[in-house]
């Protein structure tokens, strides 16, 4: 299980999930449990934003250790090295027109990216750019 922060939608804001083969939603009548909304109804999945963030208590615990092991290099080191993640904005439009923007850290975000390309290929759809049109 994955967790993705919806920010908008018709889906309550806040965390939800990504498990395999599709999101675990919370909603008004499903807010405990949530909603299992199946990779094959979605319509589309757009990256909205990227960005590289820096969370300031790993930095300094890299930092700390750091320092520890290898004197002041090491604290330069932990501090410009610590912390350092990647955030994906993305909506997902679902057939039945419900839809929402999400974000999610890079792992998670790859993990749903490499599903939905299976999944396309799993229906038969060709992906943009493909080489090997059938004419």
Do not use: C, W
Request: aromatic share 10%; net charge positive; proline share 1%.
């Amino acid at each position: 299980m994955a967790y993705i922060k919806i920010h908008a939608g018709n889906f309550l804001t806040g965390y939800n999930d990504y498990v395999r083969g599709g999101f675990r939603l919370r909603t008004q009548a499903h807010r405990f449990r949530g909603e299992f909304v199946p990779l094959n109804e979605v319509d589309s999945f757009e990256v909205k934003t990227e960005e590289h963030m820096q969370r300031v208590s790993d930095a300094f615990g890299l930092a700390a250790v750091g320092s520890l092991i290898l004197g002041p290099v090491g604290l330069l080191a932990g501090l410009l090295l610590g912390g350092k993640k990647k955030e994906i904005t993305f909506t997902v439009k679902f057939k039945d027109g419900r839809q929402f923007l999400a974000t999610a850290d890079s792992k998670i975000f790859k993990k749903i990216q490499a599903a939905m390309f299976q999944q396309n290929i799993a229906a038969g759809e060709l992906v943009e750019g493909d080489t090997n049109k059938q004419a």
